[in-house]
């Protein structure tokens, strides 16, 4: 279903922005309560990026390659 991969994709961008704003917070020299704090945000955000793909894939239907082939 090409609506199942879009959702799968954007979801995916999104970790991956995340993912990079973790990086940079982590590589920045800002003080370390503030560091802290954004790395905990970005965290959170990616954790729930993770559950949201979780919870995607439980209402999607199964999505088994159709083989005619009688193995």
Do not use: C, F, H
């Not at 959702?7 to 590589?27: F, G, H, M, P, V």
């Not at 954790?47 to 995607?56: G, H, P, R």
């Not at 999607?60 to 005619?68: Q, T, V, W």
């Amino acid at each position: 279903m090409r609506l199942t991969s879009i959702i799968l994709t954007e979801l995916a961008l999104d970790k991956l922005k995340a993912e990079e704003n973790l990086q940079s917070i982590i590589n920045s020299g800002e003080d370390s309560d503030i560091k802290v704090k954004r790395i905990k945000l970005e965290l959170e955000k990616i954790v729930n990026i993770d559950n949201m793909v979780s919870k995607w894939k439980e209402y999607i239907p199964n999505e088994e390659p159709k083989n005619n082939n009688n193995d």
